[in-house]
């Protein structure tokens, strides 16, 4: 069986891994090259760039099956992604990743731009860990060069979309996750963190590592809610399905 995956989170990696132990032919599709480096040396063609929904369908030529394990707040690549397969008659498969959800002391926004009205309203240094995506809207805060620092990925792609926009170097802080609670700690201590904004990305992204540290520190917690995801499968039960070794 040819797979798609469209991938580009841990999640997408493990079906990677696991997936050519069950005779498939795995061609994963990553957007940037940082994703790309997640795949280093496992069996798998990688294709790297972004593509719209017609690129999709194109590429989607000859295979058997489509995964979609993509970030859970990419609502519209998702979406991109089950148009092309159902142009090409594909079965495609979003892959659900676990939801530390509930009520939490914490405010919870629908987006970014909500999160900014909230911001205003708030004193004190802010810490995001939302990504680059939403750093032009952050940026619409009067005082961002000086407030808000922004933890992002190492990668050009990130770092030059920030400093396009505006972001100071110094408050730039170029990791890649999931951290621990102890890492997330020092670094809201480090800058006198007192309103740390992210998002609910579950176990995959270190979410209930940065609610404890917050609440260590005594930082307040502004997080961006979840899309929501009503169809889809499991990491375990993909891989069950298509009998991969675990």
């Not at 929904?53 to 979609?68: P, W």
């Not at 940065?210 to 917690?221: D, M």
């Amino acid at each position: 069986m040819r797979l798609l995956i469209f991938g580009g989170t841990s999640e997408g990696a493990e079906l990677a891994r696991r997936l050519p132990s069950a005779d498939c032919a795995v061609t994963v599709c990553v957007a940037t090259d940082y994703g790309a480096q997640m795949l280093e040396g496992l069996p798998v063609t990688v294709r790297t760039g972004r593509l719209n929904a017609a690129e999709m369908e194109t590429l989607m030529a000859g295979f058997d099956a489509v995964l979609d394990a993509t970030h859970p707040y990419a609502v519209e690549v998702s979406k991109n992604i089950r148009t092309a397969a159902a142009r090409r008659g594909l079965p495609c498969t979003r892959l659900l990743r676990s939801d530390e959800g509930g009520a939490g002391d914490w405010t919870e926004v629908p987006d970014a731009a909500a999160a900014v009205e909230v911001l205003q309203n708030l004193p004190g240094k802010v810490l995001l860990t939302t990504g680059s995506k939403d750093l032009d809207v952050f940026s619409t805060l009067p005082d961002f060069r000086e407030r808000v620092w922004a933890r992002i990925l190492p990668s050009r792609a990130s770092l030059d979309r920030a400093l396009e926009l505006g972001w100071p170097e110094r408050h730039l802080i170029a990791m890649h996750g999931p951290f621990s609670e102890e890492l997330n700690l020092a670094l809201l201590r480090q800058f006198d963190i007192r309103v740390l904004v992210t998002k609910r990305s579950g176990r995959a992204g270190g979410f209930a590592e940065k609610v404890r540290a917050a609440r260590r520190a005594g930082t307040a917690l502004v997080v961006l809610a979840r899309p929501e995801e009503r169809e889809g499968e499991t990491l375990k039960e993909i891989l069950a399905r298509f009998g991969a070794k675990t």
